[in-house]
């Protein structure tokens, strides 16, 4: 039998795909931009096909050198975000089916994380993942109550910054800003602590928001605010405030909202009272802390401890993802914040989605090698480097993947 070169390949994606899980990877290279400097030149990445990435880094000999990434999808620089959506539909839909979803932007600070969570500001054309995802849903939602469907949804915005939770709904910051009086009504806190949550406690600096897991399987994060929601509208409005809480933060803080995790949950109820049926899903949607390395970072004193901080919590990531697409009988969730947040919605039979940002700026070529070999190890898609080749460069890229 004489299998046709594409097929072969069909064939060995799908047989990846199926050893894989629930896992998915895709890499999306942002175009240039002008402030990528003079001296940027387009062709540090090619696609030989859509399923591959071929990097061009240079090591410290100045030898050119090639390495090959094969992901799910590529997305080249002119990969609109309607582009984009239309990939992850089916997994956003999916959390209104039941199912537990995660959606990792990752990549070094400026490779296009934001743009592609929340899209360009001002632009509707340009809107990302999240709004795409909430319009998605609320539309689906109505649809489905035809069907005898009932869905509750409810909202909620933390960042994870050196490794303690920041609520940023959380009601001494958000309330003097809501608008609708529909939104204050719906307000409520997670948990036991739901009483103690009034709009008079001002101690959020203080709460340390413990992680509990139920019987359910299902995050209890105490004293988190989460928000009963109606409309892709009602969700906006919240985005806005924790995007305030942020920047308020930054000032206080003196740090950027890029050195923190941005982690956007609903947590989808859903009823059908012809059928008895009865489904819980969630969607995480999570714009991920910039995975620059230390050097690259500036790091002393504070800046040091949030890039170690970062690139633990990043490596922490990456090794229950490893441990997870291996079915290896300890996965080590509780290395972090993130991932023991996170645990019930990445093992089981959820559904995760890495999307690996990548800056096709020369003068991040090491960055965003660092990143193809991150998603390599999520996603054991790197192909074929001759060893002769894996010389100072790669030392560098395993060094600093090592943390
Ligand atoms: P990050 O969140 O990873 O730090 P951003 O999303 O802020 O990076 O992107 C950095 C800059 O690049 C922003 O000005 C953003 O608008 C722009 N950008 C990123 N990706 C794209 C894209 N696919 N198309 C157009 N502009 C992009
Ligand atoms: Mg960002």
Redesign the pocket.
């Known amino acids: 039998i004489i299998i046709e070169g594409e097929n072969l390949r069909k064939k060995l994606h799908n047989a990846l795909l199926e050893l894989k899980g629930n896992i998915r990877v895709f890499c999306?290279v942002?175009?240039l931009?002008p402030?990528d400097g003079v001296n940027a030149e387009p062709g540090v990445f090619s696609y030989p096909t859509a399923l591959e990435v071929l990097g061009r880094g240079i090591d410290l000999m100045q030898n050119v050198q090639k390495h090959s990434f094969a992901f799910d999808k590529v997305?080249m620089?002119d990969?609109s975000?309607e582009e984009v959506f239309v990939e992850i539909s089916q997994l956003v839909q999916s959390a209104l089916d039941g199912y537990k979803v995660c959606i990792f932007?990752y990549?070094?600070?400026?490779?296009?994380?934001?743009?592609?969570?929340?899209g360009?500001p001002g632009s509707p054309d340009?809107k990302g993942l999240i709004p795409r995802s909430l319009e998605q849903i609320f539309q689906t939602k109505q649809s489905l109550q035809q069907q005898g469907w009932k869905y509750d949804i409810q909202v909620s915005m933390l960042e994870i910054y050196n490794d303690s939770i920041r609520d940023l709904l959380s009601a001494n910051r958000s309330f003097a800003d809501i608008k609708s009086p529909a939104n204050r009504s719906n307000r409520s806190c997670f948990s036991p602590a739901s009483r103690s949550c009034s709009r008079t406690e001002n101690s959020v600096a203080g709460k340390k928001y413990p992680i509990k897991h139920d019987a359910n399987g299902n995050t209890v994060v105490s004293d988190l605010t989460i928000v009963n929601v109606h409309s892709s509208r009602e969700v906006s409005n919240l985005l806005d405030q924790a995007a305030q809480s942020r920047s308020v933060g930054k000032t206080q803080m003196n740090e950027q909202s890029?050195r923190s995790h941005f982690v956007f949950t609903l947590q989808i109820s859903g009823y059908n009272e012809s059928t008895d049926q009865q489904v819980r899903g969630v969607l995480n949607l999570i714009?991920l802390a910039?995975s620059e390395r230390l050097s690259r970072s500036g790091a002393i004193g504070d800046r040091l401890k949030e890039t170690q901080a970062i690139n633990k919590s990043l490596s922490s990531l990456s090794d229950v993802i490893f441990a997870l697409a291996r079915k290896e009988d300890h996965v080590p969730f509780r290395n972090s914040k993130l991932t023991y947040l996170l645990q019930p919605c990445l093992g089981g039979d959820s559904k995760t989605l890495m999307v690996v940002?990548v800056?096709p700026d020369p003068s991040s070529v090491v960055e965003s090698l660092c990143s193809l070999r991150f998603a390599a190890r999520v996603n054991a898609c790197e192909i074929g480097i001759p060893q002769r080749q894996t010389n100072n460069i790669s030392k560098i890229l395993n060094s600093s993947l090592n943390f």
């Open positions: 999306r942002r175009p931009l402030e997305f620089p990969a975000q932007a990549g070094q600070t400026g490779s296009g994380k934001t743009y592609t969570m929340m360009r340009q890029s714009d910039g940002n800056s």
